[in-house]
C-alpha cells in the first residue's frame, strides 16, 4: 500500500509542476518554491488581508511577510493595495497568475475526487472514503504540530 500511495502521490506532485509550468516561465518557475504556493495559499484564505494578518497566520514577523510579498509582487503573483482609511496599511490580494497556480491545482485535486467517485458503486462507498480522507487529515495534522 505504500509503494502505491507514493506513486500517487508522486503522480498528483507531477502534474502539479506542469501546471506551474503553463504559469511561470522557466525562470520564475525556478525561483518559486513549496513555501511560496503555501504563502498564495493563505494570502487567497485570508481574503485580501493586510500584512499583519499574514504574519499572525505565518507565524513569521512583519518584515519576515514584507519580503515574502515582495518576492510574489516582483513575479506577478499578488498585489498590494493601499488602504483608503490609513495609508501605511497594505492589503494583498492574488492576481490572476496566482490564481491560476491555486486553481491549476484544484482541477487535479477535482480529477482525483472524479476518479473515487467513478469507482464507488454507491453512496457508502464514497462516505467511506470521504471519512478515511478526513481521518488521515486530522492524524497528520497531529504529527504537524
Known amino acids: 500500500m505504500e509503494e502505491q500511495f507514493a506513486l500517487l502521490v508522486n503522480l498528483l506532485w507531477g502534474e502539479c ?37 499574514i504574519a499572525e497566520a505565518l507565524n513569521l514577523t512583519k518584515p519576515g511577510v514584507t519580503a515574502i510579498v515582495r518576492k510574489l509582487w516582483n513575479m506577478g503573483l499578488v498585489e498590494k493595495k493601499q488602504s483608503k482609511e490609513d495609508k501605511r496599511v497594505y492589503f494583498v490580494s492574488l492576481t490572476q497568475k496566482g490564481k491560476d497556480i491555486l486553481n491549476g491545482d484544484r482541477a487535479v485535486y477535482k480529477r482525483v475526487t472524479e476518479a473515487i467517485n467513478s469507482f464507488c458503486k454507491t453512496k457508502e462507498e464514497q462516505k467511506f472514503i470521504e471519512n478515511l480522507f478526513e481521518t488521515l487529515v486530522k492524524e497528520m495534522s497531529k504529527g504537524a504540530r
Open 17 to 53: 509542476i506542469q501546471n506551474l509550468s503553463k504559469t511561470l516561465g522557466e525562470t520564475e518557475q525556478s525561483k518559486f518554491t513549496n513555501n511560496d504556493y503555501y504563502y498564495l495559499y493563505v494570502i487567497e484564505s485570508l481574503n485580501e488581508p493586510n500584512f499583519s494578518a
